[in-house]
């Protein structure tokens, strides 16, 4: 699984920023985009063929040591 990183979000100015909101709008959707990702990742390995290929891959490190 891949690290977790904790980016805060910017804090908003007394002023309307076009490119403050753009930004903010980039990370938003870059967040959104990561945890999809890692749920996709966590359904897959539960279903049967993913499942399999974990075990065999534990199976075969197990052997290694």
Known sequence: MSQLKNT??????PEY???????????????LQAISNELDVAKTQADKP????????????????
């Open 17 to 31: 920023d076009v490119s403050n909101e753009a930004r903010t709008r980039r990370e938003l959707e870059f967040s």
């Open 50 to 65: 993913g499942s399999l290929a974990m075990r065999r891959f534990q199976f075969l490190l197990m052997g290694a040591s």
């Open 8 to 13: 805060p979000l910017p804090l908003a100015s």
